[in-house]
């Protein structure tokens, strides 16, 4: 079976409820959205065979792996997360939420863009909601969100120092508001880490 891949990397986990936890990234090609702010290049990529994916990872000295795009939902599947934890892995996942995720992956993250009540019918367990968050955006209640362990709001980062500052002190005033919400920062780009 193959999968095609963006890029593989070992780094830490930057946000939301593993922040900081050593991971080896997996970035699959493709996305079904556009979203405005996407930082992301995720055309193009490898095609490769699973046991070639499992020989790139296997340098590194972590067990766990976390499925990122792009969408890694539109390509992956049971018998790749089935693979995968036969060899040992722990398996998450960062999805925008529109594709059904498999019960075997180990955490699961829902970044919902845009259509929440979408992202709740699709997948309504999740382990974390978290949010990608600009100046001005209306916050959900979470009522209206998947069930989850955790509900983050993420502000977006740009490149403009300003406007950052203003998306992170948007989103502090919106937690102490409704206090259902937690502030995830993204430290991989704080500390300049992959
Ligand atoms: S869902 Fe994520 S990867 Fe896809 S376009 Fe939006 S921000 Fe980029």
Redesign the pocket.
């Given at each position: 079976m193959n999968l095609k891949v963006k890029e593989i990397f070992y780094s830490l986990q930057g946000e939301g409820g593993r922040q900081g936890e050593a991971s080896i990234f997996i970035r699959l090609s493709g996305?079904?959205?556009?979203?405005d702010?996407?930082?992301?290049d995720?055309s193009g990529g490898e095609t490769m065979e699973l046991s070639h994916i499992l020989s790139a990872i296997r340098k590194f000295p972590c067990r766990w792996i976390i499925w990122t795009?792009?969408?890694p939902a539109l390509q992956l599947t049971g018998e790749a997360i089935a693979f995968f934890k036969r060899e040992g892995y722990l398996q998450a996942i960062e999805s925008?939420g529109y594709f059904p995720l498999s019960g075997l992956l180990d955490y699961t993250v829902v970044?919902p863009?845009g259509k929440q009540d979408y992202a709740k019918t699709i997948n309504p367990n999740v382990d974390e909601v978290r949010l990608?968050v600009k100046k001005g955006d209306a916050i959900p209640d979470s009522g209206r969100l998947p069930e989850a362990k955790h509900y983050f709001l993420s502000p977006v980062f740009t490149n403009d120092a300003l406007v950052t500052k203003e998306n992170i002190d948007y989103c502090v005033e919106q937690v102490m508001l409704m206090p259902d919400w937690r502030l995830s920062l993204q430290i991989h780009k704080l500390i300049n880490i992959e």
């Amino acid at each position: 079976m193959n999968l095609k891949v963006k890029e593989i990397f070992y780094s830490l986990q930057g946000e939301g409820g593993r922040q900081g936890e050593a991971s080896i990234f997996i970035r699959l090609s493709g996305c079904n959205l556009k979203c405005d702010f996407c930082d992301t290049d995720f055309s193009g990529g490898e095609t490769m065979e699973l046991s070639h994916i499992l020989s790139a990872i296997r340098k590194f000295p972590c067990r766990w792996i976390i499925w990122t795009g792009g969408e890694p939902a539109l390509q992956l599947t049971g018998e790749a997360i089935a693979f995968f934890k036969r060899e040992g892995y722990l398996q998450a996942i960062e999805s925008n939420g529109y594709f059904p995720l498999s019960g075997l992956l180990d955490y699961t993250v829902v970044s919902p863009k845009g259509k929440q009540d979408y992202a709740k019918t699709i997948n309504p367990n999740v382990d974390e909601v978290r949010l990608p968050v600009k100046k001005g955006d209306a916050i959900p209640d979470s009522g209206r969100l998947p069930e989850a362990k955790h509900y983050f709001l993420s502000p977006v980062f740009t490149n403009d120092a300003l406007v950052t500052k203003e998306n992170i002190d948007y989103c502090v005033e919106q937690v102490m508001l409704m206090p259902d919400w937690r502030l995830s920062l993204q430290i991989h780009k704080l500390i300049n880490i992959e």
